[in-house]
């Protein structure tokens, strides 16, 4: 024992509490107490500490208790009374309960959190009698190890509900876009399921115009007038500052805390209406954007690893329903706002092939492909196919050139770009491009967009990606339509009878299914042809309803 604990033993009067030099006489029974991790101490009747062990007394020194830190002779009920700790006044009322005989023991948890470090203990009475009086064994025991891990497994818990919960309210806001016919009913929608849940407070969709990139606020659920008024009245320098812009920057949700560095102006009107974070999440598809939708959250800790994910995931869907819609919008439009573009690309091969091989090169078609490369066909008047192969090689962005057919003067190519072109970014934003032409290092573009879009939307999309675009002419057209009975004329007109005749009893044969419920011998044979004659009627059929078919794109 240091000399903290050694000391004089003190002792009481004859009526007293029995003297702590009686536990010198039972040296196992004071060493094995004093062995105890647990803090222990005996009171008399009254609640006066008449024995500690080395554990308490440690506890005492530790936490400047102001006397001996053996506190004999201290009143522990008084103790507990004057204390302004929590639990202190139930353990006091417990103990004398049990000193008083209403009960044989009593047990408390309670915090006892220092200034640096969190801790509980359990404390435990227990009433005893020694020569024909009454005692209480009190001990207390650190519980901080265990409490920690029941708080930590109650957040897990807490955390995953959350999850759960969030993840359906996510599910539930895709699915119920289905039906949706335009993009203000979309983002309606959203803003208004998610700032009614009971997870987030407010909801917003914006979107950023100008060469400065002010920030506009198109719909908003749970936001004062004032706050959207003064959102979009923000300066170009405020708005660069805000998570809005960083979303847009680096195309993922974007998180900002009410304590964070880049608070910026958003928050700090988040703040005025009680939200304490939020979460900027872009909409797009492929290159497109859409917009920013953003959500506000009265909790400094929201918005998680997990939760940014599943805003992600509902970004990406959200970019791709308002590309849906201006798709369907576009496909049934019988007035369309025409678009033509003029674009000097150095990284675009159109550019560069039309430039140095002194040629023409028309784009003809292109598929996106599903690692954000294109695959795109042109014809190339004016050049033959070395010089073609030549000029890919020195283009970074270009790769497996592969000629398709040659003819006089001229060929077809196939080949994938690896960067944005313009005519694959005007495609994300539901344009359909009607002609793509490159001579001497330019590209024309015709494209057209239905109208009452958001052209200013897909305007400064293609300046923002192409600095020296320039937009020639926009014009309202009437679109020529064709009903299904024209379509069904014209494609019968370019059918012969045999071919109609392969092509429908092909399909009614199942030749189309997969696996195939007859073969092409069976089906020719129902003609008494041979199976190579039906293939070469069916595949000049299927040709010519295909060019009828991607036509109607151009």
């Known amino acids: 024992m240091d000399d903290a604990t050694e000391g004089p033993t003190e002792t009481y009067g004859s009526e007293g509490p029995p003297r702590t030099d009686e536990f010198e006489t039972h040296p196992l029974a004071k060493a094995s107490l004093d062995a105890l991790p647990t803090q222990v101490a005996i009171l008399d009747g009254a609640g006066d500490i008449v024995y500690t062990n080395h554990a308490w007394q440690r506890f005492a020194r530790d936490n400047d208790f102001p006397g001996s830190p053996q506190m004999l002779g201290t009143n522990y009920l008084s103790v507990c009374d004057t204390s302004t700790g929590a639990g202190a006044s139930d353990a006091g009322r417990g ?88 993009r203000a009913e979309l983002e309606d929608i959203v803003c208004d399921r998610l700032a009614e849940s009971v997870h987030y407070e407010a909801a917003w969709v914006a979107s950023t115009s100008g060469q400065d990139q002010t920030i506009s606020v198109r719909t908003s659920t749970g936001m004062d007038e004032s706050s959207v008024t003064s959102i979009d009245q923000l300066t170009a320098d405020e708005a660069k500052q805000t998570g809005v812009r960083s979303a847009l920057n680096s195309d993922r949700p974007t998180v900002v805390h009410a304590t964070g560095d880049a608070a910026g102006a958003v928050q700090s009107l988040g703040l005025d209406d009680g939200y304490r974070s939020y979460v900027a999440v872009p ?95 042109a014809t190339v008047d004016g050049t033959d196919a070395a010089t073609v192969e030549a000029v890919a090689e020195t283009v970074d962005t270009v790769e497996n050139v592969s000629v398709i057919s040659t003819y006089d003067d ?67 057209v009437k679109r020529e339509t064709q009903t299904l009975s024209e379509y069904w004329d014209e494609l019968t007109e370019r059918l012969t009878d045999r071919q109609l005749s392969m092509l429908r009893a092909a399909y009614h044969a199942g030749f189309f299914e997969w696996p195939r419920e007859s073969s092409g011998e069976e089906v020719a044979a129902s003609f008494d042809l041979s199976a190579a004659t039906f293939h070469e009627h069916t595949r000049i059929g299927l040709e010519k309803m295909l060019t009828m078919l991607f036509d109607r794109e151009r």
């Open 410 to 476: 001229g060929l077809r190519l196939e080949y994938a770009v690896s960067n944005t072109s313009l005519v694959s970014l005007l495609a994300e934003y539901g344009v359909n491009v009607h002609t793509a032409t490159a001579v001497d290092g330019d590209v024309r573009v015709t494209a057209e967009a239905v109208t009452g879009a958001d052209i200013r939307e897909v305007i400064e999309a293609v300046r923002s990606e192409f600095t020296n675009a320039e937009l020639i002419a926009k014009r309202e």
């Open 95 to 182: 103990i004398r309960s049990v000193l008083d005989g209403e009960r044989d023991e009593f047990s408390l948890e309670y915090p006892c959190h220092g200034p640096d470090e969190r801790r509980w203990f359990a404390m435990r009475a227990i009433r005893f009698r020694h020569d024909g009086r009454r005692f209480a064994l009190v001990l207390h025991l650190d519980v901080t190890e265990r409490k920690l891990s029941e708080l930590d497994a109650e957040r897990q818990n807490t955390q995953l509900r959350t999850v759960d919960s969030i993840n359906v309210l996510i599910r539930d806001i895709i699915q119920s876009l289905l039906e949706v016919e335009t």
């Open 283 to 377: 909409l797009q598809y492929r290159d497109a954007r859409y917009g920013v939708l953003v959500v506000h959250s009265n909790t400094e800790t929201a918005f998680s690893e997990w939760e940014r994910a599943a805003f992600a995931v509902l970004g990406e869907t959200l970019g791709h329903a308002s590309n849906a819609i201006e798709n369907r919008r576009l496909l049934y439009a019988d007035f369309v706002t025409e678009l033509e573009f003029v674009v000097g690309d150095p990284e675009s091969f159109l550019t560069v092939l039309s430039a140095r091989a002194d040629c023409e090169v028309e784009l003809t078609g292109f598929v996106p492909l599903a690692n954000d490369a294109v695959l795109q066909y």
